[in-house]
């Protein structure tokens, strides 16, 4: 799904799409309506139906919005649309906040501090038993790569360098869960650790966004 920029309306943000502003605004009215018709749409943003109909089948292609059909009392079916799924990753999201929040609660009490250690090497450990087996008889080079592969998938936007010792340098130039590694460095301690397992040879951290680098950055061999 093509996105450059945003778009912010109402105290949200939006990813612009690359095309101006009127298909992000069909997508606030959709995120703060709910269900519409091209007529409605075409009221609110005084645009015509055909317009609006355009616009829809571009976001319907890109996976955006559904083309729905609503069963009036007399005569045909009128067409209707509404936000998939995959269009609320396109909405802000604050999850760090609450997680930040639950682990504040569990540092500031002595009797729970201990728990946050716990939760971090049991996150590691399902990691570790959700992908090991996808390392199965590969050698390191293609470890490396399902590595990138899986941390590419989870946000980390991942590059992989082959040094002249054979060697090699796994850099994320992004991290998801930055706010919270940021101040519970027990995250990229498991991630470390993790990484060292799956692929079964050392592996040292050489730079990390969360301490103010430009990139995370693992020395693999």
Excluded at 136 to 159: C, F, R, T
Excluded at 161 to 182: H, K, M, T
Aim: charge should be negative; charged fraction near 30%; proline fraction near 3%.
């Amino acid at each position: 799904m093509k996105r450059s920029g945003t778009v912010r309306a109402a105290g949200h943000t939006v990813e612009s799409r690359g095309d101006g502003s009127t298909r992000e605004r069909i997508l606030m009215l959709l995120k703060t309506s709910g269900r519409m018709n091209a007529g409605d749409l075409s009221h609110k943003l005084e645009l015509t139906e055909m317009a609006i109909r355009r616009h829809m089948y571009a976001l319907e292609s890109e996976g955006s919005v559904n083309i729905v059909s609503v069963r009036q009392a007399m005569g045909r079916p009128l067409h209707a649309y509404e936000l998939t799924a995959e269009a609320d990753e396109l909405f802000p999201k604050n999850y760090h906040l609450l997680a930040l929040d639950l682990l504040d609660e569990l540092a500031e009490d002595p009797d729970t501090e201990a728990l946050i250690d716990r939760m971090f090497e049991g996150r590691k450990k399902k990691l570790l038993e959700r992908y090991e087996p996808r390392m199965a008889g590969k050698s390191l080079e293609q470890k490396i790569s399902e590595l990138a592969a899986i941390q590419n998938a989870g946000g980390y936007m991942v590059d992989i360098e082959r040094q002249s010792d054979g060697n090699f340098i796994l850099n994320e130039y992004n991290c998801p869960i930055a706010q919270v590694a940021g101040k519970y460095q027990q995250a990229c301690k498991c991630e470390l650790s993790l990484f060292e397992a799956l692929l079964d040879v050392p592996v040292e951290r050489t730079d990390c966004l969360a301490k103010g680098g430009g990139k995370c950055s693992y020395h693999i061999g």
